[in-house]
């Protein structure tokens, strides 16, 4: 793509590449929240594209009623009653097992196994399903707690992380509006060698998801040590760490925001710098900035955000906002089909 295309085109089209790769891959997605009409329509609507193989997993009288209440025809999607299903005892077993040594009994376990939120994910655990998509009707800590309690992270993996796919129409900056911020869902505040890790995980996103080089900036409010703070020194330590664990990829900090992203700025702040002035993944400090820079950016420069995409998990889950839309929960659902697929 040239730096002049711009626009909601483009936007259509990033979305598009990831449909496609969805589609061809065909990944069991677990849906637990298909009493809500929003979800039972993206089920649908996965099912009749091709997109994935849907399960809704919740109590399958209440689904059917739901589906029928708000038009979903939901007869190629797969129902999985946690209430019925002959796999419910091992799945408490293996829950048991896994979290016994933190005091959960086996009757709490059955318990739990009934939550489809917990079903879901220890379906993918078990591998009858590829991935998880909640959060419609959940908090982002109820979406996130099974996938850590049951999956855990991938191997070499010391913190599951989250990130936002960022698509601003008509900008020339990141990946003519592509972006990855990082962390803007799940990490409050990362110490210097998390910090690095959640730069590394999001470098891997980027190219997993678009197949894009990632060029990744570790923001402050200081440029190469123009101001002098614990929080700034932070940063730059673990740029240091990112550096000696990904020599390879294209990294650096600290930077500010317009120096990571305005290339004559980046001339005057962080000149010979490989990403100043170009980035495409901006890493911030911690959860409020990272959080409130999404929001601002969706708000002001009317931004597409999808996420938060969960990375570093052994397994995809992902997570919804509660104000998400038919569409939202589709395309992540199809993020969700090729993090599976890698
Ligand atoms: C996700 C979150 C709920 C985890 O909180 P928590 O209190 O640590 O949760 P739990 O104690 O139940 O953790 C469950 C397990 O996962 C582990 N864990 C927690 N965070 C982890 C992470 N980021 N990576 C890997 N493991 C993690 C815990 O150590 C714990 O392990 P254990 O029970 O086997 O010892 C918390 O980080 C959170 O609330 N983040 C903010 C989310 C949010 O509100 N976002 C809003 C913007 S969208």
């Excluded at 196994?113 to 079903?119: D, Q």
């Excluded at 909640?134 to 191997?155: C, E, F, M, N, W």
Aim: glycine share 8%; net charge neutral.
């Amino acid at each position: 793509m040239s730096a002049r295309e711009g626009g909601w085109s483009i936007m259509t089209g990033i979305m598009d590449s990831i449909l496609t790769k969805a589609a061809a891959a065909r990944k069991t997605i677990t849906l637990p929240e298909g009493e809500d009409c929003r979800v039972a329509l993206a089920a649908a609507e996965l099912s009749k594209r091709g997109l994935a193989r849907p399960i809704l997993v919740g109590d399958g009288a209440r689904i059917s009623r739901a589906a029928a209440d708000c038009g979903a025809d939901i007869s190629g999607v797969t129902i999985e009653d946690p209430a019925i299903s002959p796999d419910r005892e091992r799945y408490m077993q293996t829950f048991y097992e896994l979290r016994k040594h933190k005091g959960v009994t086996p009757d709490q376990a059955r318990d739990i196994m009934g939550n489809p939120m917990y079903f879901g994910v220890m379906m993918v655990n078990e591998g009858k399903a590829d991935g998880q998509v909640s959060g419609a009707a959940h908090s982002t800590a109820d979406t996130v707690r099974p996938a850590l309690q049951i999956l855990k992270t991938a191997p070499g993996v010391l913190i599951v992380s989250s990130c936002f796919v960022i698509i601003v129409p008509d900008c020339q900056y990141g990946e003519n509006g592509l972006f990855i911020y990082a962390d803007s869902g799940l990490v409050i505040d990362p110490t210097a060698e998390q910090l690095a890790e959640i730069a590394i995980t999001s470098a891997n996103t980027l190219r997993t998801l678009f197949g894009v080089e990632p060029r990744v900036a570790m923001l402050s409010f200081s440029t190469k040590g123009s101001a002098k703070h614990n929080m700034v020194d932070k940063v730059a330590r673990a740029t240091e760490i990112a550096k000696s664990r990904a020599p390879g990829l294209a990294l650096d900090g600290e930077l500010q925001a317009d120096a990571a992203l305005v290339d004559w700025i980046a001339e005057r702040k962080a000149p010979g710098s490989p990403v100043a002035g170009k980035a495409n993944v901006l890493i911030f400090p911690d959860l409020q900035t990272g959080n409130i820079a999404c929001k601002l950016t969706q708000r002001l420069a009317k931004a597409q955000a999808f996420g938060p995409i969960l990375q570093g998990l052994r397994k995809p889950v992902n997570d919804l906002s509660r104000g998400c839309d038919v569409n939202d929960i589709v395309n992540v659902a199809a993020i969700t089909a090729v993090q599976a697929a890698q």
